[in-house]
């Protein structure tokens, strides 16, 4: 079982207040329900969207969205 | 200044520590029928057993490990393990004793703090002394004002007596659902509303005045100052190996003597029902660990030992005690209604999930529950309460689905005939689930 460093997306649920700009910029992981707050089908960012993963966090107008470094096993 | 030997120390065996039917701290109120004051409480457990001098007790972390003890406020989570955690921390600790009890269907906190407040208070100064803490504060609802004038009362007392090393302070909160979250607790005793906050950090790590905080609940310190005093293999010689000690329960519905009780873990629901007179009229399911708890069918939930394990292999959790019995002749999707209504007014109204999908929730149940469904109603139902869980800074909007779901389960033949007859005429009948006369909370009434 080999450790790699991969990337977890965050939400500061508090900080949040459903823009949807993250969805907009991150499809493949985030959804909207119908009140437009995110849904993360997939918190953990595979390297290939890793550049969108970070568009997405640098757009989010509140700083609500962040991602962080995480050990995990793959 | 401890005379007495430390029993976690010796081992010692001692006679009288449990009461009847097995009771540990409801010992005293089952031998004296009142509440035990300092006088009663020294006499019969003598002074909470402080190591020498200043130094950390970690002999007692170590007996509360080998005990097993578990959180007794809902999340179950092992006590010596979060001792130890904020024990190691850099900073001097604080303790904080979370007696806000807000499930409306709990007593237990109550009754505790009521009969045997110096068990708990010993467990704070036990804990206290444990992990090194600098401060030890008491969190109680400002909605029981005898309850903080006689807990106030007894620490002054205490204090008299040279008990605590540490004084215990007082504090009446907001007594809002979600203010006796931990993280609530933390923010208003820094100065803030009592409302939840995003983690991580949690108050282990960073709580108090920034400082590694204990957050237990009353009933666990309570556990803890027994532990001290007889040890972690006297706690283990009640309930079941993988689930030692006893805990206190709420009993409600339909059963014919309402009230807490204290069980051995692993008793089975049925039994349990039982010590609180068994069924006053035929029962159709148990609400089990309260609002944010499951309902579960009654007749295969009787058999289900009451433990975390054995719960969640049922859709359960233990929560903070609840079984609520509720009889034939009641609706569960009334009854669920009015919960979820409650629930969505409760929230902290921080997180999008709790604002906007907690009341479309409840709206859509209470449409199921007396109005007229629509064609979508029931898939909608289930796509709401299924992006509920998770989407919360704190666990509000998950303990909701999760009543919301059993009971589309569990009362799925009602779901069926409210559908396509209507309202049943049961769902017109008083409510068994008590609810406070709390107003839903405005935003000064936080503080």
């Not at chain 1, 089908?41 to 991602?67: E, M, N, S, Y």
């Not at chain 2, 009771?23 to 006499?43: C, F, I, K, N, P």
């Amino acid at each position: 079982m080999a450790m790699t460093r991969t990337h977890r997306l965050g939400i500061d649920r508090i900080a949040c207040d459903g823009r949807g700009l993250c969805a907009e910029l991150l499809p493949e992981l985030i959804d909207l329900d119908e009140w437009g707050y995110p849904i993360i089908r997939d918190t953990i960012v595979g390297d290939d969207l890793l550049t969108h993963a970070r568009r997405a966090v640098a757009a989010c107008p509140v700083l609500a969205l962040r991602l962080d470094r995480a050990t995990d096993r793959q | 200044m401890n005379e007495r030997p430390d029993a976690v120390l010796t081992g010692q065996a001692q006679d009288g520590r449990s009461g009847p039917h097995g009771a540990r701290l409801l010992h005293g109120w089952y031998s004296t029928g009142g509440r035990a004051d300092l006088a009663e409480h020294l006499h019969r457990y003598g002074p909470p057993p402080l190591p020498p001098g200043h130094h950390p007790a970690t002999l007692l972390i170590k007996a509360v490990e080998e005990a097993g003890l578990t959180g007794r406020g809902g999340a179950a989570f092992p006590t010596g393990r979060k001792l130890r955690s904020v024990s190691e921390g850099r900073r001097p600790a604080v303790v904080v004793v979370n007696g806000m009890e807000s499930e409306p269907a709990s007593r237990k906190d109550e009754v505790l703090l009521d009969l045997a407040p110096h068990l708990v208070l010993d467990g704070a100064t036990l804990a206290a002394a444990a992990v090194g803490a600098e401060a030890v504060h008491l969190c109680l609802p400002r909605t029981r004002a005898d309850q903080v004038r006689r807990l106030t009362a007894a620490i002054e007392e205490r204090g008299r007596a040279g008990l605590d090393r540490i004084p215990v302070q007082v504090h009446a909160l907001p007594h809002h659902y979600v203010s006796s979250e931990e993280t609530s607790l933390v923010r208003w005793l820094n100065g803030g509303e009592a409302r939840p906050m995003a983690t991580p950090p949690r108050p282990f790590e960073k709580g108090v005045d920034g400082r590694p905080t204990l957050v237990d609940n009353v009933e666990t310190l309570a556990h803890l100052a027994l532990i001290a005093r007889y040890g972690a293999e006297w706690f283990r010689s009640t309930g079941r190996p993988d689930a030692p000690g006893t805990t206190l329960v709420t009993l409600s519905g339909a059963v014919r003597v309402p009230g807490v009780y204290e069980i051995p873990l692993g008793t089975p629901l049925g039994s349990i029902l039982g010590t609180a007179g068994g069924a006053a009229e035929p029962v159709q399911a148990i609400l089990v660990g309260g609002f944010f708890g499951s309902w579960l069918p009654a007749a295969p939930a009787a058999a289900v030992p009451f433990t975390k394990t054995d719960l969640a292999a049922a859709g359960a959790g233990p929560g903070a005690g609840v079984l609520v019995a509720l009889p034939q002749d009641a609706c569960g999707l009334a009854e669920t209604a009015r919960v979820l209504d409650y629930l969505a007014a409760q929230s902290a109204r921080q997180c999008g999930p709790c604002r906007f999908g907690l009341p479309a929730v409840a709206d859509d149940l209470i449409q199921l529950a007396w109005g007229r469904p629509d064609s979508a109603l029931i898939e909608r139902l289930h796509r709401r309460t299924g992006q509920l869980p998770g989407r919360g800074a704190c666990r509000h909007p998950d303990g909701a689905a999760r009543l919301a779901t059993t009971a589309l389960h569990t009362f799925a033949d009602d779901v069926h005939h409210h559908l396509n007859g209507g309202p049943c005429a049961a769902a017109g009948r008083q409510p068994v689930l008590p609810f406070p006369d709390a107003q839903a909370p405005q935003d000064e009434g936080w503080r």
